[in-house]
Every structure is written in C-alpha cells, then in structure tokens.
C-alpha cells in the first residue's frame, strides 16, 4: 500500500449484516475506522421492493446506525434523498475511500452473489484492499455445506438436516434424535376446525425514525407494490427478540400442528412472523433454536412443534443458503420446463376470481408477508401449472416480502417452488388440484369456483390446470417415483376426460393477462 494512504479501513454496513456481531464490525478498529451506510434509491433499485419491506430495511439500518454511533463508531450515513446519494453502492464506497485517503474496504458478505462480485471487483480494477467475511447470522459455513454436498448425487434436506442435527447437538440424546424421529412432518399438517384462536405476532407503534422512513420512501417510491399503512415491524434487535419470546409464549405450542394450515381471515397463524428479522441480522438463529429447544426440555412445547420449527432454520433455512451460494451464477436463468407466460397483472393487484390467489395477494400487499405454504401452494403452485416464466416469477417473490433477499427467496422460488432447476432442490414438483387448497384452508367456501369440479366453466382452475400439467411434462416427469399415483391415476383418465381438461386450461391460460 502507498505510504501516504491511511491504516484506516473503510466498512460498508448492508441492510442485512445489522448486527454488533456481524464479522467486518468484530474485526473493525473504533477508534480508526469508518462505517459506511448506504440506503437505495429509486433509481439504484431495479427491484419493485414492497414500502413496508423498504420500511423495515430503512428504519433497521437507521437505528442501527444510531446504536452504532452511541457506542462510539464513526458512521458516515446516507440516505435515500440526501443529495449526495449517488445511488450505487459501489461509487459510495469508492468516495468515502477517496474523501478519507483509504484503500482498505472490509465488509460482510453480501447475500446477493451478482452485488459480491462488484464489490470483489473493487480489488482487480481499482487497487484497493477489499477483503469480505462469511457472515456468521448462520450455523453452517460455506464449508459445511460443500463438505456435505462432495460425492452426493442427490442433495436432500432430510439428510443435510439431519448432519447439522448431530454436528450442533441440537435435539439430539445419546448420538439419536430426541425422541426416537428425526423428523415429525406427518404430524405437522393439522388442518383447522375454525374454533381455534391465535395470537397475531406482537406489533410495534412507529417511532419518530421510522415515521421519517415512512415519509421518505412515500417520496422516494412512491408507485411501489404494497400499502405502507399500519406499519408494525420492530426495527431493533430488542424489538425482534421481544417479539419472537412472545412467538415462544402464545403460539410456539400450536406451530407444529398448524404448520401448514391456511385461513383467509387470520395472516399468520402460529408462524413465528421473525424471517425478516433472521434475515436483516436482527435476530441470531443459534440463538432462536436454543430458546425452543429449551422449552422442550422444559416440557413446556411439544416435540413436534419444537423440532419442527427447529426443521425450518437448522434444516431448511442453512440448506438453501447453501444451495444458493453453490449454484450461482446461472441458477436465476434456470427453466427446466422452458416456460415463457408472463406473470399476470393480478399478482400486483389481487383483481382475480381465484380466492385464495385473491386472498394470498391482498394479505401479501397488506402485510408483506404469507406464509410458507401460502408461497408454495397457492401462488408458487398457480405459477408453475400456469407455466409462468421462473424469472418473473423470482422477481415477484423478491418483491413482494419483507423477508426476501436472493439467497434465500432464490433457491425457494426456482428450486423448491417452480422446480425450474430440474429437481436439483426439490425431489418432485409442489403441485395440487384444489383438493389439497380446500383441506388446508377456508378459502373456496368463498370462492366462485367449484372446489369439486374438474371441467366446465365453473371447475376450480386448480384442478384441470393440475392435470393438464401432468399430462403436459409427461416425458420429463413420469419417471419420478413420487408422482407414480398422480401418473396412474392420469392413464385412468379416457379420451373425452383429456380433451377436457386440456381445453378448459387452453382457454382459462389464453385468457390469463
Ligand atoms: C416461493 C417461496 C419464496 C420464499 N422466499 C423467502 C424469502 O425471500 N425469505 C425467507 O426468509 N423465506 C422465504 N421462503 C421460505 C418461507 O416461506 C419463509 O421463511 C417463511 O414463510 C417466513 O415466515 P415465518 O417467519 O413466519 O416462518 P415460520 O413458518 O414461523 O418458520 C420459522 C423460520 O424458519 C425459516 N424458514 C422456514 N422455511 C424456510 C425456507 N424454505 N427457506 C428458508 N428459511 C425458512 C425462516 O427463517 C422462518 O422465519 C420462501 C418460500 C417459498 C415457497
Ligand atoms: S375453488 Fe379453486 S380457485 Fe377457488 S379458492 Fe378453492 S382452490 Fe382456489
């Protein structure tokens, strides 16, 4: 390095990494060095990020930002109608190493791959010292992950999970799983009665921070997807940690059962309603699962409702991570099924017959958030029997939830829910008649279509779509041990039944806009 450039380094916070522990502030000098804050601007954003999601991440990296200079760090912040906000990150970074006469740039590892390679880039055509730290808001690292997956022909949850199981001790007695199971899935699909009562997750009044986010990016994105009105999120660590203990207390007993029940009049159900808080670093996973394991122990949760929430961020939550990390680039182009539809308009509207698309899409631009399967199987499983095109789908679903940055809303869309990766996530396609909709739900007693009929102008779509799409990718898909009984049950249908349901899904899709 030249003598006349400073020891200092400079150390860009993303909206992700809004930790005191995140690895660039563990190795970061007080008294030397700079924090570098960034907020996007209309024009730096190709993606139509819902406001409350901009909210979230705007007011988090604001009181983030404050704690930090309480604690006595130099930040230098930018916001979003500052008028020296260029709008790209990279050009901030390179002004803020110039103005103070740096070459050194330390920064946690982004969770988008295309923004880590141009902050890589830095090092190459610039000269400067860029060095990146895997973040640890994790349990596995990048090595876990590719140690497991060397010699493996097939990458399962099941078994990846399981390997972090015993490796973090968690749930595990003796060498075995507690309780004898790894898994306790099959008593995790309760459906609901209608008496049952939950506690929505707990909600926070906004305070002056977030009330000036609220106003800026009412200015700033202003035609954005998504209403911005009762805004609720916590936006500090102590907020996201009061809030998953009240998860804990009221509805962390009933999760396993209703895991994958829907309901057109209650949003979240037992979910814990925490993904945005993991994913911004306001919340630590090693320390989430430990709390629940606890109460295991303590005989105050069953194990079904712990272990399968422990399923979610031990299992499912490191696995796509790390099939994220292991796939790109290239993996956002994949479309096994060569799909070229566009995403209908109504996905941004919610004007459409279809109930529970109606009712998933209304609640997703009220909240910013649906759950899991309500993004599998009610949006993720029109997508795919529609055959929208696997790149518009990811850009909705990086849209639309607070929760969502690519390397995990990524793998879920294209890998587990659009299967456009040919099965490299997901062992079968998550696809369903509205049999399945009508069990798990309340939506079709609402609904104009027939749950119960296949064909004719008042069938539900989810059926004759769901064979047609069956019928359609036969070739590619017939071979699939878990899709025997939907195939057999297919070359049970005659002549007349197929030319049905391959008309009525001809005209529902030329009339999809
Ligand atoms: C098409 C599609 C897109 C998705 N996009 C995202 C996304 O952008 N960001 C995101 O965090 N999750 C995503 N998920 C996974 C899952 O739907 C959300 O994590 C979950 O709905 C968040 O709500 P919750 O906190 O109430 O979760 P709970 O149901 O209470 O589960 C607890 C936690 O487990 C973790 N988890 C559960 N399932 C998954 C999963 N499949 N992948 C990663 N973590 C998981 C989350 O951190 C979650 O907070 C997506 C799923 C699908 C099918
Ligand atoms: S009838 Fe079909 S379209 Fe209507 S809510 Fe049920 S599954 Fe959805």
């Keep these: 390095m030249n ?16 930790s005191h522990n995140t690895p660039s502030l563990l190795h970061a000098s007080k008294s ?4 570098l804050m960034v907020e996007p601007k209309k024009n730096s954003e190709k993606v139509n990020h819902h406001k409350k999601k901009l909210i979230f991440l705007i007011s988090s990296m604001r009181h983030f930002a404050k704690e930090l200079q309480e604690n006595g760090w130099t930040v230098k912040y930018i916001k979003m109608r500052s008028p020296e906000n260029s709008g790209s990150l990279r050009s901030e970074i390179l ?21 880590r390679e141009t902050l890589k880039s830095l090092q190459k055509g610039y000269d400067y010292n860029v060095k990146l730290l895997e973040n640890n808001n994790f349990f596995s690292t990048h090595s876990t992950f590719s140690e497991w997956t060397s010699n493996r022909k097939e990458l399962r949850l099941e078994y990846f999970y399981r390997m972090m199981r015993v490796k973090t001790g968690i749930l595990i007695k003796k060498n075995k799983p507690t309780g004898g199971r790894w898994n306790y899935d099959k008593e995790n699909r309760g459906t609901l009665s209608g008496s049952e009562k939950f506690k929505p997750p707990l909600q926070f009044k906004p305070d002056d921070i977030t009330q000036e986010v609220i106003d800026d990016v009412n200015i700033e994105f202003a035609g954005n997807f998504g209403s911005d009105r009762n805004f609720w999120f916590g936006v500090t660590r102590s907020e996201a940690e009061v809030a998953f203990d009240y998860f804990l207390k009221h509805n962390l007993a009933t999760f ?13 159900l037992s979910h814990a309603v925490i993904s945005m808080y993991l994913n911004a670093g306001l ?9 629940v394991e606890a109460l295991y122990i303590s005989g105050e949760v069953p194990l079904n409702s712990a272990e399968g929430f422990i399923r979610q961020i031990l299992g499912w939550r490191e696995f796509i991570r790390g099939i994220y990390w292991m796939s790109m680039p290239g993996y956002e182009n994949q479309n096994f099924f060569n799909f070229s539809r566009s995403l209908p308009k109504f996905f941004w509207t919610g004007d459409t017959e ?4 109606k009712s998933t899409i209304q609640q997703t631009n009220e909240e910013a958030y649906a759950h899991h399967i309500q993004r599998l199987m009610i949006t993720g499983n029109f997508s795919l029997l529609a055959g929208i095109t696997p790149e518009e789908v990811h850009q909705w679903y990086l849209a639309v939830y607070a929760d969502a940055h690519e390397w995990v809303e990524l793998p879920n869309t294209i890998g587990m829910s659009q299967y456009a990766d040919g099965g490299k996530l997901a062992s079968k396609p998550y696809i369903s008649g509205g049999a399945y909709i009508n069990k798990m739900s309340n939506y079709c007693g609402n609904c104009r279509f027939n749950v119960k009929k296949r064909n004719g102008p008042d069938a539900c779509p989810f059926n004759y779509l769901y064979w047609n799409f069956l019928d359609k990718h036969q070739t590619r898909l017939n071979s699939n041990p878990r899709l025997r009984l939907p195939y057999s049950s297919l070359s049970k249908f ?13 005209k529902f899709l030329e009339g999809l806009v």
């Design 494 to 506: 005659d002549k007349e039944d197929l030319s049905k349901v391959r008309s009525d899904s001809k």
């Design 95 to 115: 002004q803020a190493c110039k103005s103070n006469n740096i070459s050194n740039i330390l920064l946690t590892e982004p969770g988008n791959w295309q923004l």
């Design 32 to 35: 030397k060095d700079i924090i």
């Design 283 to 291: 919340l630590n996973p090693i320390t989430v699962c430990k709390k």
């Design 256 to 268: 396993g059962k209703f895991q994958d029940a829907m309901d057109c009049d209650s949003s979240f």
């Design 354 to 357: 279809l109930q529970c698309l």
């Design 3 to 18: 003598s006349a450039v400073s020891e200092r380094t400079v150390i860009p916070i993303l909206w992700d990494h809004l």
